[in-house]
């Protein structure tokens, strides 16, 4: 079978005797891999059912997750993975909407499940920690094959967008279209037959899909399974498996460097990872701590390929545009943006003509939808074009910048500021893992700037300390130090790490956690808000006719 599906490129995996798949405990050659895989379309198959065939996993990163999106692969099936960190109506609510026959899961899985009306019978709930689990499987032994209806254009991923920005909703990938990641991402980051690429992030993501599992299966890498995340057992697991490529997403990196560091951190086999959300400042310090490139890039589960890299692309930049059609444009009157004037700091100061919408204005024909939600699908495809939804700008050699998500530039005083620049501010502090910025109302008119930071373990908030920090960024532009300090221990997130900014914003200083304000001119001066001061401040609200802009 031709290698331009999923289905294919696991058949040419058959007999291949080098490691495909491994956990601390058991290693499987790809050639079992390809054979386990097989069985479990078969017993998908078997279980029949009404609808479509959506196969719904709820697992962590297990070598069963792997197994069945082989499975589905070969039976002709799509996975949808289901997000482990929703809880409830929201859980039940996605599940019904991908219109799931058939979950796997264990039994941790089927404890949120209880109670829920998901559509799915108990019958075709299969608990893959069932002492019966793999004799069940072993009776669907067989020897692999692809179904006849397998082609490129079949549907073979539902992934569920992280919802930062409002509710999840499922984006359709093809055999075709993974399959091409999978060949275009292993030459692009380098991944190779000889490499182990360590798998921390969750299967239910596009990352680990697009990023680790299709590149391996292509070149044929190993992919070392960690069950989840965790920044204590991020370097052991690499030295264990001897890992040299990683993927990240989100505060995920922050915590591993929020780790106490050691003077043989940098002893280990990793030599290159690739992710999003890594600021310049942190990939020269992983680098210097672990002696490992971090490749940051562009790209959404709707779609990729947009950028190409460039080794003479400044720190900030993610590279060039990969053809004419990829431009920043404003999104009312269609014209491309000028390009960015910058500072000797790299802040831009002609945001209101530099900063547009990145477009692919022939990408609308690669943008292969949502699932059932149309008005979800008008939203990326307008003009002809498509639409990302993110901000970007060009500098005048062409290189282009990742600006921040729609909303992320904030007015304030009648200046734009970046909530994205802030934020890696931020993250320079040593005591900052993760940090959050967005606009809230101002009681008189416009918005103001509030951050929210998750702090390192052990460390307490220092309005002081901050102030003096914020004092010495250079790169921090008059009107955007926060006013608001929301300070936490665990920020919210999406399952993939991404700090959930939508709920940060509408909850804004009307939170659980402490909230530091600083009012006045002059120097910050961030002093705990109480309820008076609460009150005070929707007063002030009342006073201007602004009570429409209080937080929910």
Same mark, same amino acid.
């Given at each position: 079978?031709?290698?331009?599906?999923?289905?294919?490129?696991?058949?040419?995996?058959?007999?291949?005797?080098?490691?495909?798949?491994?956990?601390?405990?058991?290693?499987?050659?790809?050639?079992?891999?390809?054979?386990?895989?097989?069985?479990?379309?078969?017993?998908?198959?078997?279980?029949?059912?009404?609808?479509?065939?959506?196969?719904?996993?709820?697992?962590?990163?297990?070598?069963?997750?792997?197994?069945?999106?082989?499975?589905?692969?070969?039976?002709?099936?799509?996975?949808?993975?289901?997000?482990?960190?929703?809880?409830?109506?929201?859980?039940?609510?996605?599940?019904?909407?991908?219109?799931?026959?058939?979950?796997?899961?264990?039994? *941790?899985?089927?404890?949120?499940?209880?109670?829920?009306?998901?559509?799915?019978?108990?019958?075709?709930?299969?608990?893959?920690?069932?002492?019966?689990?793999?004799?069940?499987?072993?009776?669907?032994?067989?020897?692999?094959?692809?179904?006849?209806?397998?082609?490129?254009?079949?549907? &073979?991923?539902?992934?569920?967008?992280?919802?930062?920005?409002?509710?999840?909703?499922?984006?359709?990938?093809?055999?075709?279209?993974?399959?091409?990641?999978?060949?275009?991402?292993?030459?692009?980051?380098?991944?190779?037959?000889?490499?182990?690429?360590?798998?921390?992030?969750?299967?239910?993501?596009?990352?680990?899909? &697009?990023?680790?599992?299709?590149?391996?299966?292509?070149?044929?890498?190993?992919?070392?399974?960690?069950?989840?995340?965790?920044?204590?057992?991020?370097?052991?697991?690499?030295?264990?498996?001897?890992?040299?490529?990683?993927?990240?997403?989100?505060?995920?990196?922050?915590?591993? &460097?929020?780790?106490?560091?050691?003077?043989?951190?940098?002893?280990?086999?990793?030599?290159?990872?690739?992710?999003?959300?890594?600021?310049?400042?942190?990939?020269?310090?992983?680098?210097?701590?672990?002696?490992?490139?971090?490749?940051?890039?562009?790209?959404?589960?709707?779609?990729?390929?947009?950028?190409?890299?460039?080794?003479?692309?400044?720190?900030? *930049?993610?590279?060039?545009?990969?053809?004419?059609?990829?431009?920043?444009?404003?999104?009312?009157?269609?014209?491309?943006?000028?390009?960015?004037?910058?500072?000797?700091?790299?802040?831009?100061?002609?945001?209101?003509?530099?900063?547009?919408?990145?477009?692919?204005?022939?990408?609308?024909?690669?943008?292969?939808?949502?699932?059932?939600? #149309?008005?979800?699908?008008?939203?990326?495809?307008?003009?002809?074009?498509?639409?990302?939804?993110?901000?970007?700008?060009?500098?005048?050699?062409?290189?282009?910048?990742?600006?921040?998500?729609?909303?992320?530039?904030?007015?304030?005083?009648?200046?734009? =500021?970046?909530?994205?620049?802030?934020?890696?501010?931020?993250?320079?502090?040593?005591?900052?893992?993760?940090?959050?910025?967005?606009?809230?109302?101002?009681?008189?008119?416009?918005?103001?700037?509030?951050?929210?930071?998750?702090?390192?373990?052990?460390?307490?908030?220092?309005?002081?300390?901050?102030?003096?920090?914020? *004092? *010495?960024?250079?790169?921090?532009?008059?009107?955007?130090?926060?006013?608001?300090?929301?300070?936490?221990?665990?920020?919210?997130?999406?399952?993939?790490?991404?700090?959930?900014?939508?709920?940060?914003?509408?909850?804004?200083?009307?939170?659980?956690?402490?909230?530091?304000?600083?009012?006045?001119?002059?120097?910050?001066?961030?002093?705990? &808000? =109480?309820?008076?001061?609460?009150?005070?401040?929707?007063? #002030?609200?009342?006073?201007?006719?602004?009570?429409?802009?209080?937080?929910?």
């Amino acid at each position: 079978m031709d290698r331009d599906t999923i289905a294919g490129l696991l058949l040419a995996r058959l007999g291949d005797d080098r490691p495909g798949v491994r956990t601390r405990e058991r290693t499987w050659t790809w050639d079992e891999t390809v054979r386990e895989s097989a069985a479990r379309g078969a017993y998908a198959s078997a279980l029949g059912g009404d609808g479509p065939f959506h196969i719904g996993v709820l697992l962590e990163n297990v070598p069963e997750f792997l197994f069945w999106l082989g499975g589905a692969a070969l039976a002709g099936a799509t996975v949808v993975g289901i997000n482990n960190t929703r809880r409830g109506p929201d859980l039940a609510r996605e599940i019904r909407h991908t219109e799931v026959r058939t979950i796997v899961t264990d039994r *941790a899985g089927l404890a949120l499940l209880d109670g829920l009306e998901v559509g799915v019978p108990p019958e075709r709930i299969v608990l893959v920690d069932d002492p019966g689990h793999l004799d069940r499987v072993a009776a669907h032994a067989c020897e692999p094959a692809a179904d006849p209806s397998v082609t490129a254009a079949t549907q &073979m991923l539902l992934l569920l967008t992280s919802g930062t920005t409002g509710t999840s909703k499922a984006a359709r990938c093809s055999q075709g279209r993974l399959a091409a990641l999978g060949h275009a991402n292993s030459a692009k980051y380098g991944i190779g037959r000889d490499d182990v690429c360590y798998c921390c992030m969750p299967l239910f993501h596009g990352n680990a899909l &697009m990023g680790l599992w299709a590149p391996a299966l292509a070149s044929g890498a190993t992919v070392a399974l960690a069950r989840k995340f965790t920044a204590s057992g991020f370097l052991p697991d690499v030295r264990f498996h001897r890992a040299t490529y990683f993927t990240y997403v989100g505060k995920a990196l922050g915590y591993v &460097m929020a780790t106490p560091e050691r003077p043989d951190d940098a002893d280990n086999t990793l030599t290159h990872g690739f992710g999003t959300e890594a600021s310049p400042d942190d990939k020269a310090e992983f680098a210097r701590r672990f002696g490992c490139r971090l490749i940051e890039v562009y790209g959404s589960s709707e779609g990729s390929g947009m950028i190409a890299q460039d080794p003479q692309a400044p720190p900030a *930049a993610l590279g060039r545009p990969a053809r004419e059609a990829v431009r920043i444009v404003d999104p009312e009157t269609l014209e491309t943006c000028p390009p960015a004037v910058l500072d000797e700091h790299g802040r831009v100061l002609n945001p209101e003509e530099a900063v547009g919408e990145l477009v692919d204005q022939e990408g609308a024909a690669r943008f292969e939808g949502y699932w059932k939600n #149309e008005e979800a699908d008008a939203q990326r495809v307008r003009h002809g074009w498509y639409w990302t939804g993110d901000l970007g700008y060009t500098d005048r050699d062409g290189f282009l910048y990742f600006a921040g998500r729609s909303g992320d530039w904030i007015r304030v005083d009648g200046e734009n =500021t970046s909530a994205l620049l802030v934020e890696r501010i931020l993250r320079r502090h040593p005591d900052v893992v993760a940090a959050g910025v967005f606009g809230v109302p101002d009681p008189r008119s416009g918005d103001q700037v509030m951050a929210a930071i998750e702090l390192a373990e052990g460390a307490g908030f220092d309005g002081d300390g901050l102030r003096d920090f914020l *004092a *010495a960024q250079a790169d921090l532009g008059t009107k955007s130090a926060p006013r608001f300090v929301r300070v936490s221990r665990h920020l919210p997130t999406t399952g993939s790490n991404k700090v959930r900014k939508n709920l940060l914003q509408a909850q804004a200083w009307d939170c659980a956690d402490p909230v530091y304000r600083w009012t006045g001119r002059g120097a910050p001066d961030y002093r705990l &808000m =109480t309820e008076a001061d609460r009150a005070a401040l929707r007063a #002030e609200f009342a006073a201007h006719g602004r009570q429409r802009f209080l937080p929910a």
